[in-house]
T-cell receptor, first 120, second 112 residues
Framework: DAGVIQSPRHEVTEMGQEVTLRCKPI?????LFWYRQTMMRGLELLIY????????DSGMPEDRFSAKMPNASFSTLKIQPSEPRDSAVYFC??????????????????FGPGTRLTVL | QKEVEQNSGPLSVPEGAIASLNCTYS??????FFWYRQYSGKSPELIMS????GDKEDGRFTAQLNKASQYVSLLIRDSQPSDSATYLC????????????FGTGTRLKVLA
């Protein structure tokens, strides 16, 4: 089975432009996570979805960022307008929520290859 | 205080030695703990997960959890140059949330 797929792998854009990052989670997974990684701040959770519904977007830095998950196999993270400080690697991860009976509410998160965003 | 803390390193160990990586967390209610390995320019990949106090072994890797002291560690036995990477500790609070809180990672260098 294919892993998490992200596109594009690299994106270079100019300040003020709109950027859209795409993610296809592992088939059958029902939770999806968007992270941002920088040297200064490490790996930060931006937003996560469960069954296509946004559950926690407290990590979204500001209104310039938005995320959608129109169906179980696709999600987007949009930045509009982009700024140089948005330059980072953006990861998408997916997991399968385990049943409550197992006592484990969270399954393993599998990460995509990431999108390296550079905003000039 | 950061929620999940790790020494950034680099931690340098000779080939064949045991590498010991440590992580502390602040939320006493945390329930699930994970170690991810991240090679330079690559995405994080899961090495170990641990949920109960004590040790959990998988090949050359051993995860140790002590909830009373709020730390989790990763031991890598017979370290190899291919183990050189950044190791990320992640903690989940449980209680219905699916959020992982990641530490900033420890960079490990295994010297040949």
């Amino acid at each position: 089975d294919a892993g998490v797929i992200q596109s594009p792998r690299h994106e270079v854009t100019e300040m003020g432009q709109e950027v859209t990052l795409r993610c296809k989670p592992i088939s059958g997974h029902n939770s999806l996570f968007w992270y941002r990684q920088t040297m200064m701040r490490g790996l930060e959770l931006l937003i996560y979805f469960n069954n296509n519904v946004p559950i926690d977007d407290s990590g979204m830095p500001e209104d310039r960022f938005s995320a959608k998950m129109p169906n179980a196999s696709f999600s987007t993270l949009k930045i509009q307008p982009s700024e140089p400080r948005d330059s980072a690697v953006y990861f998408c991860a997916s997991s399968l929520r385990r049943g409550q009976a197992s006592g484990r509410a969270l399954g393993t998160q599998y990460f995509g290859p990431g999108t390296r965003l550079t905003v000039l | 205080q950061k929620e999940v803390e790790q020494n950034s390193g680099p931690l340098s160990v000779p080939e064949g030695a045991i590498a010991s990586l440590n992580c502390t967390y602040s939320d006493r209610g945390s329930q699930s703990f994970f170690w991810y390995r991240q090679y330079s320019g690559k995405s994080p990949e899961l090495i170990m997960s641990i949920y109960s106090n004590g040790d959990k072994e998988d090949g050359r890797f051993t995860a140790q959890l002590n909830k009373a002291s709020q730390y989790v560690s990763l031991l890598i036995r017979d370290s190899q140059p291919s183990d050189s990477a950044t190791y990320l500790c992640a903690v989940n609070r449980g209680s219905g949330t699916y959020k992982y809180i990641f530490g900033t990672g420890t960079r490990l260098k295994v010297l040949a």
